[in-house]
Each structure stands twice: as C-alpha cells, then as structure tokens.
C-alpha cells in the first residue's frame, strides 16, 4: 500500500510563485512514475506534469515555461514549483503515483490565484 500527502497548497496573488510537495511513504518500487494532476470547479481533472524514477519529465503546454516537476533525492518526495502563477491556475492539485501492481491519489491541495 502507498500512501501519498500533499502540502504547500493555498492563496496567492497572480504573479506569486507556490511550491507544492507530496511525501510518499509504502512499498514503492524503482520503476515509477508520480505526477500532479488539477481539476478546477466544473472541469475535469488535467494531467499537469510527470516524472518517471530515473526522472524523465513531461510538462503540460498549459503550464510549460512556468511549472517545474521535481523528486528530492530520496525519490518519493515529489515538488512542484509554480511561477507566475494565474487566476486559472487555480484548482485542487493532487498527487499520483502509479507503479507495477497499482495506482495512488493523495487527497489534494487547493490552490488559489487571485487577480
């Protein structure tokens, strides 16, 4: 069993930056990827970036040049650093992760943009 926890969510000004963070704890193997997916009121939820365990990255063209997906070196600490952050960036953001035998979903973290 995996287990997945979101921090870092809140309000900010657009314009302002937020890190989000997702601590993973379980039985986790090498061969994995985790990601951050956002589903904003009314809409359905959007993949936003991935990255695999020997960190190849893939990023959405909606937050490209602005979002950057991370792990810390203990591999199951998952970051995401947000930029120049928009009113639509605003959304409940949660934490994936998939792997050989099952996939995992923190509870989310809400983030707010103000204009």
């Known amino acids: 069993q995996v287990q997945l926890v979101e921090s870092g969510g809140g309000l900010v000004q657009a314009g302002g930056s937020l890190t989000l963070s997702c601590a993973a704890s379980?039985?986790?193997?090498?061969?994995?990827?985790m990601g951050w997916y956002r589903q904003a009121p009314g809409k359905q939820r959007e993949l936003v970036a991935t990255?695999?365990?020997?960190?190849?990255?893939y990023v959405s063209d909606s937050v490209k040049g602005r979002f950057t997906i991370a792990r810390e070196s203990d591999k199951n600490t998952l970051l995401l650093r947000m930029n120049s952050l928009k009113p639509e960036d605003t959304a409940v953001y949660y934490c994936?992760?998939?792997?050989?035998?099952?996939?995992?979903w923190g509870q989310g973290t809400q983030v707010t943009v103000s204009s």
């Open positions: 994936h992760l998939s792997q050989p035998g099952g996939t995992y």
């Open positions: 990255i695999t365990g020997v960190g190849i990255r």
């Open positions: 379980g039985t986790i193997f090498d061969a994995n990827m």
